[in-house]
């Protein structure tokens, strides 16, 4: 039997991502359909599903593309580190207004 | 032991109440034993992926089975597992198509299509029962059987396609099925009090002719002319050898010790 | 989602946290090193042919004992004596058959063709766990089995959680939640069978001992860690030994609380040492058995064989009309 791999996303509950859960093995379309259900919610355990054949599925894995080695940082909250200048500027104030008194 | 707290028979009629009763016990008997041939193919179908949905049915049919028990028992004041287990095998009825063993892939997938077929047009019945709580038991019902009719239908098809092996098999096993199909609708003996009480919305052989009126241009073109039969007034007595072996083997440890726990 | 930034708290600056270079395709000692410290890979990665080779025969066994793990409860489905443990088994086993499924998908993207490995297994090549090679002979078995049985092979799986192979890895905790839900049913057995009359008391002690000696032989026996390629690979990341301690811990008070008596007079935890002290296994016997010499090893697989040689013409007519469906 020449069996085609169909990849299955599920949603735990409404409003939830997509995850990638697991795979299946089907003969066509609607049977990975009806196993990506067996497999994923026999139990009641999602609340959706995505039934999609693995050769539809472009994967990128390069980390030259995902991860480049130069800073970055200032793309992410990390990259704004103001705990020291917070730190100076409290205590200028602080301290000017003590000497306005 | 049946999860509902046991209630007082119900506040119908007596013979109303053995009508529904008698209604009951024969959906609960189909759905039990369907469950039972059903679930033996679990470890062993034809694919992996199969096997497991197979099973989810199987036991879509016993938990449909026991929650009809479990309703049965509120109205006799009875327990659940007692009437499942406790019984001898001519006390259960049974439509005569589940008296076959699973028999090969084939097999199965017709009769599994025969009994969806007709319990489909008997649940839409039964969801329109005057008595309420029936009614929405069979609605319940219904929504898990539209995903078993899918299902058999999908088998249906790709056994039936092309003009190989499996549409030889197919064919032949709803031929030899056909006859004892009939008896799905076999007549009850309470059936008068059932429709003149709205529990049943019509007679069985309305039913019976609409589930005709469906299911032969699909399945004809598969295997040819099917006879007419009517339902038999023993289409829910007669057992065969396939059955008593199945019952000796589901009541044997429940019977080894008498009002045991298990 | 986490924005993982390492920041050194003693410098003005802060330093990305890129994660290791990945290893260059063809750099064993590289690809070792990130596998030995906690580095994952996936179907696709490039991986040493020694690597590949010893995750499938793993996960291959996996899957087979799994398959075959179906057997020995199968006959009970049929007899459970109540609706509700009919659901139950029926549900438990029908999980065992997902597990097959799981594994052998796994094992597929490393490249050996399922068909292949069902004929493997079929012909005797490849293994499965000595616990299925044993026959069953009454309802407190189905109660043994489902509690102790899969107890012991959690106890295995959430080792496993934590591979160097990813798809195992995310695999084995799906089957961990699962399994937990059949030790529960399990134990629910055996539980109800210790409160019921003397002859179902009995029936359980005699299941216990006949199941104990497989029990002890199941996690193999204590095996060098310096030698075993599977530890060092972290494929697994426990070794058998402690794997047996662990499962002897948990449930040796959870079996003598309900006044069973485990069948090994040598069967005592040494508190000074940390650790339980027993009659070593009949590892003889284990390796008789896992070679397909166990009591019910051959009419097992015979079964099989019969009943997938029963439904080739099933699969066979799907290939034809594959692209016809629907």
């Given amino acids: 039997m020449t069996d085609r791999v169909w990849e299955v996303f599920r949603q735990e509950d409404d409003g939830d991502p997509m995850i990638h859960a697991g795979n299946v093995n089907a003969p066509d379309d609607e049977l990975a359909v009806h196993y990506a259900r067996e497999f994923y919610s026999r139990r009641g355990e999602s609340h959706r599903l995505w039934v999609v054949p693995r050769e539809a599925i472009t994967e990128l894995d390069d980390p030259d593309l995902l991860r480049p080695p130069f800073d970055r940082t200032h793309k992410k909250p990390g990259g704004y580190v103001i705990k020291h200048k917070l730190e100076a500027a409290r205590q200028r104030a602080t301290a000017e207004a003590g000497e306005g008194d | ?245 199945l019952h000796a083997e589901f009541t044997s440890v429940h019977r080894s010790e008498a009002g045991a726990q298990w | 989602m986490q924005y993982a930034c390492f920041v050194n708290e003693s410098a003005d600056t802060i330093q990305p946290l890129n994660g290791r270079p990945p290893y260059e395709a063809g750099d064993e000692e590289a690809f070792y090193a990130h596998v030995g410290s906690g580095g994952k890979v996936e179907a696709d990665d490039w991986m040493p042919d020694e690597y590949r080779a010893a995750v499938l025969k793993f996960v291959e066994m996996h ?94 799986q959430q080792a496993l959680r934590d591979s160097s192979y990813a798809p195992y890895a995310r695999t084995m905790k799906k089957i961990c939640w699962e399994e937990s839900v059949h030790i529960m049913h399990g134990r629910d057995v055996v539980l109800t069978l210790m409160n019921g009359t003397q002859s179902q008391r009995d029936m359980v002690q005699e299941a216990l001992n006949r199941w104990w000696g497989p029990l002890m032989q199941m996690h193999g026996p204590p095996t060098d860690p310096a030698r075993d390629k599977d530890l060092h690979w972290r494929i697994k990341a426990k070794n058998n030994e402690q794997l047996r301690q662990e499962f002897l811990s948990i449930y040796v008070p959870r079996l003598l609380e309900l006044g069973l008596t485990i069948p090994d007079p040598g069967l005592a935890f040494e508190p000074d040492e940390g650790r339980w002290h027993y009659t070593e296994p009949d590892w003889a016997e284990l390796k008789s058995v896992v070679t397909g010499h166990g009591p019910a090893s051959q009419e097992r697989l015979e079964f099989r064989r019969v009943s997938f040689a029963d439904t080739q013409w099933v699969r066979d007519a799907l290939s034809g009309g594959a692209a016809a469906a629907a």
């Fill in chain 3, 63 to 156: 899957a087979n004992s799994e398959l075959m793990g179906v057997l020995p409860e199968r006959d009970w489905i049929m007899r459970a004596p109540t609706l509700r443990r009919k659901l139950a088994l029926t549900s438990k086993i029908q999980d065992e058959v997902g597990h097959a499924q799981l594994l052998y998908r796994v094992a597929e993207d490393l490249g050996k063709p399922r068909a292949q490995m069902l004929a493997d297994l079929l012909d005797g090549k490849t293994k499965f766990h000595n616990v299925f090679h044993y026959p069953t002979r009454s309802w407190a078995d189905v109660g043994i089995i489902a509690w102790l049985v899969d107890a012991a092979a959690i106890v295995s």
């Fill in chain 2, 1 to 245: 032991m049946t999860e509902s707290p046991q209630l007082a028979p119900s506040p119908l009629d007596p013979a109303s109440r053995d009508a529904l009763a008698e209604l009951l016990l024969s959906v609960a008997d189909d759905e039990f034993v369907i469950g039972f041939w059903d679930s033996e193919w679990t470890g062993i179908a034809p694919m992996l992926e199969e096997d497991v949905a197979t099973s989810s049915i199987a036991q879509d049919e016993i938990g449909h089975a026991k929650a009809l028990y479990e309703m049965l028992a509120d109205l006799t004041g009875n327990d659940a597992d007692a009437i499942a287990y406790g019984r001898d095998a001519d006390a259960f009825r049974h439509a005569a198509l589940l008296n076959h063993a699973r028999g090969d892939w084939a097999f199965s997938a017709a009769r599994r299509y025969l009994y969806e077929t007709a319990d489909a047009v008997r649940l839409e019945a039964l969801a329109r029962s005057s008595d309420p709580s029936l009614a929405a038991l069979a609605g319940k019902m219904r929504r898990e059987e539209t995903y078993h009719m899918l299902h058999a239908d999908a088998w249906l098809r790709r056994l039936s396609d092309g003009d190989g092996e499996g549409r030889d098999r197919f064919s032949a096993a709803l031929v030899s099925l056909w006859a004892d199909a009939q008896e799905v609708f076999a007549p009850l003996a309470a059936e008068e009090e059932l429709v003149r009480s709205g529990l049943l919305t019509e007679p069985m052989r309305a039913m019976h002719a609409a589930w005709q009126t469906q299911v032969r241009p699909i399945l004809e073109p598969i295997c040819g002319e099917l006879p007419r039969h009517t339902p038999s007034l023993d289409g829910r007595t007669r057992r065969t050898d396939d059955f008593r072996w």
